[in-house]
């Protein structure tokens, strides 16, 4: 497609549930990006792909958090054992290459309760 | 480690005026500089990407210069007007592939 898709637009999940969100990023586009923003505030870097390789994952909570980019398949961002702290909006951008603009999709507000 | 901040916080100015929103980063050594618009409830739309080796770039109403030794960009709106009422973020890109690092954003309202 021709844009960043997401899906859900808005999940809710008790808190200790788990919370599976996913990403198609636009069609020929070797890098996936996910991000946070809390409170429309900063953006946090979570991790990075290039095509299904993990290519930067520093800014991960590798205790909980976890994500994937499989061949053919939407990328999946997925996070065990949800806190209150979770709740934001999660972004995913792509990119075509290293040097190519990024771009967003629209996000997934994810409210713990 | 990059640090990003964007002056001023929060602008309002009247239909028409001309404006200019300044980005800072601490770490000359980038490798582009992109500009956003976020409006309520949506994802970022880019509007400009500047690569490291260039002064400026334009589109429409839109002009976004860098200066990397000074570590500084602005992104000049021209004529402004109510739709482009918006957060505006700059995000720089560290190295080929790599994330962006986020200002914090420039609340911009355009009153009719």
């Known amino acids: 497609g021709e844009e960043v898709a997401q899906t859900p637009k808005h999940l809710v999940r008790g808190e200790g549930q788990k919370a599976k969100l996913y990403c198609a990023p636009i069609k020929g586009h070797s890098y996936v990006f996910w991000y946070q923003q809390v409170l429309k505030n900063e953006f946090k870097f979570l991790i990075s792909f290039q095509n299904e390789n993990v290519f930067d994952e520093t800014g991960m909570p590798k205790e909980r958090f976890s994500a994937k980019c499989l061949p053919n398949s939407p990328c999946s961002l997925e996070i065990q054992a949800t806190k209150l702290e979770d709740s934001a909006v999660y972004f995913c951008?792509?990119?075509?290459?290293?040097?190519?603009?990024?771009?967003f999709g629209d996000g997934t507000r994810l409210s713990i309760l | 480690k990059q640090e990003v901040t964007q002056i001023p916080a929060a602008l309002s100015v009247p239909e028409g005026e001309n404006l200019v929103l300044n980005c800072s980063f601490t770490d000359s050594a980038i490798y582009n500089l992109q500009w956003f618009r976020q409006d309520p409830g949506k994802g970022l739309t880019s509007l400009l990407l500047?690569?490291?080796?260039?002064r400026e770039q334009t589109s429409g109403r839109l002009n976004a210069s860098l200066d990397k030794s000074s570590g500084r960009s602005t992104l000049y709106i021209a004529a402004s007007q109510p739709g482009d009422s918006a957060t505006y973020l700059c995000?720089?890109?560290?190295?080929?592939?790599?994330?962006?690092?986020f200002g914090p954003g420039t609340r911009l309202s355009v009153l009719p």
């Open positions: 995000a720089v890109g560290g190295s080929y592939g790599q994330n962006f690092v």
């Open positions: 951008a792509s990119r075509q290459g290293g040097n190519q603009p990024q771009h």
């Open positions: 500047i690569q490291s080796s260039q």
